[in-house]
């Protein structure tokens, strides 16, 4: 059974650096694409960051240049690394591979 | 970046059929795109009711179907029930472009 479990989540403030963890069992995180999503409170869901199996990375616009997405194939995980975070960053962030496995998501709120 | 257009909202009256489509501004959806289709309750995280333009997996009742048609991406809805009132995403999956949600499709069981 394919599982996903995001953790790093926090509260911080603007300008601070926060990274995400993807944990994964039933599959290896290089055997597949995994992206990273986000759910703004009330909103639609965006996609942050991809890292392709063959290690292409693609981010969306509002991100690029501050997020970065990697992986750990000793740890089977997936790894989001945010700095200089925003308000407009506040949002409930997924983890998901292809063949359309989420976790439950993990929270992060940037306000000071 | 490209932008994919859903419909906002739908209603469909319990047991009957509805589609929902998925248009991507880069031109016509194809099966070279991988389109997916999630669906989300309310407080509820996403889960993936079609990948791949047309596989179902385990969890996702027989009623829903995924398809190509006239350029776009469709989801079928056969036989509503009530449990099905939730907001449908669709997305779509690019080589050398940000891979992009659609803005979601608000359906309702009435």
């Known amino acids: 059974e394919v599982q996903l479990v995001e953790s790093g989540g926090d509260l911080i403030q603007p300008g601070g650096s926060l990274r995400l963890s993807c944990a994964l069992s039933?599959?290896?995180?290089?055997?597949?694409?995994m992206t990273w999503v986000r759910q703004a409170p009330g909103k639609g869901l965006e996609c942050v960051a991809t890292l392709q199996t063959f290690s292409k990375t693609l981010y969306t616009d509002s991100v690029r240049g501050r997020f970065t997405i990697s992986r750990d194939t000793s740890k089977n995980t997936l790894y989001l690394q945010m700095n200089s975070l925003r308000v407009e960053d506040t949002a409930v962030y997924y983890c998901?591979?292809?063949?359309?496995?989420w976790g439950r998501g993990t929270p992060v709120t940037v306000s000071s | 970046q490209v932008v994919v257009t859903q419909e906002p909202s739908l209603t469909v009256s319990p047991g009957e059929t509805v589609t929902l489509t998925c248009d991507s501004s880069?031109?016509?959806?194809?099966?070279?795109?991988?389109p997916y289709w999630f669906q989300q309750r309310p407080g509820q995280a996403p889960r993936t009711l079609i990948y791949?333009?047309?596989i179902r997996h385990s969890w996702t009742p027989a009623r829903f179907s995924g398809s190509l048609l006239g350029g776009k991406a469709a989801l079928t809805l056969s036989g509503a029930q009530p449990e099905d009132e939730a907001d449908y995403y669709c997305f779509l999956v690019y080589s050398d472009a940000p891979w992009v949600f659609g803005g979601g499709t608000s359906l309702t069981v009435l």
């Open positions: 039933g599959v290896t995180v290089s055997g597949v694409h």
């Open positions: 880069a031109g016509d959806v194809t099966s070279d795109q991988y």
């Open positions: 791949d333009t047309t």
């Open positions: 998901m591979s292809s063949g359309g496995y």
